[in-house]
C-alpha cells in the first residue's frame, strides 16, 4: 500500500507548525470502529486516545467536545463549559453537513467550520494525544497544548462520573 494522502486535518497542523505523528490502523472501507478498538489497533493507552463528538446547543449553535474513549460525555457538564443551557448530540446523518467529515473520521482540526471546542481537562495529564486524522484509519498524535491552540479551544471536566 503506498503512502497515503494527507487529510485536511494534516494540512492544518502543518500550516500552524505544529508537529504531529500520523498512525494508520486496519479497517473495512467505510466502516466506523470505536475507540477501544481503535487504542487496540494503534498499540496506544486508551486514556490517550480520544473522541471528537459534535453536539448542538438550545441557541442552535454547534459545540465541539474532545473526550478519552472509554468516557462519556456528561451533557449537563459539557453544557456548562460551552456556556449555553443544553446540548445534545447531532444526529449521525448530520455529521458530514456540520463537519465535512463522517462518523468515524471526525477531527477536531479542519472541520468545516470553527467551532466552540472543549477538550476533557485530563487531555493535559497526557504528554501527546490522538485524535481522528480526518478520516476512519488515521489518527494524529501531538501534544495537547498545541490541539488546544490550534483548535482554540478550551479544557473543561466534561466526562460523566463513573457509577
Known amino acids: 500500500m503506498g503512502k497515503e494522502s494527507k487529510t485536511n486535518a494534516m494540512r492544518m497542523l502543518e500550516r500552524a507548525k505544529v508537529a504531529y505523528t ?4 486496519p479497517h473495512e472501507e467505510g466502516t466506523a470502529v470505536d ?17 471528537t463528538l459534535v453536539t448542538q446547543g438550545a441557541d442552535h449553535n454547534y459545540y465541539v467536545f474532545v473526550v478519552p474513549v472509554l468516557e462519556e460525555l456528561d451533557l449537563k457538564k459539557a ?7 443544553s446540548v ?3 444526529h449521525v446523518a448530520d455529521i458530514n453537513k456540520v463537519t465535512g467529515y463522517i462518523r ?9 467550520k470553527q467551532y466552540k471546542t472543549v477538550f476533557d481537562k485530563s487531555c493535559l495529564d497526557q504528554p ?3 485524535v481522528s486524522g480526518g478520516r476512519i484509519g488515521t489518527q ?16 473543561a471536566d466534561i466526562t460523566a462520573e463513573k457509577p
Open 22 to 25: 500520523s498512525h494508520e490502523y
Open 35 to 51: 475507540g477501544a478498538t481503535v487504542a487496540r489497533l494503534t498499540g496506544q493507552d486508551p486514556a490517550r486516545v480520544f473522541k
Open 79 to 85: 453544557a456548562r463549559a460551552a456556556g449555553v443551557k
Open 88 to 90: 445534545a448530540m447531532i
Open 104 to 112: 468515524g473520521g471526525c477531527s477536531p482540526v479542519g472541520m468545516k
Open 128 to 130: 501527546t494525544m490522538l
Open 140 to 155: 494524529i498524535e501531538t501534544a495537547p497544548a498545541d490541539l488546544i491552540a490550534v483548535t482554540r479551544g478550551i479544557t
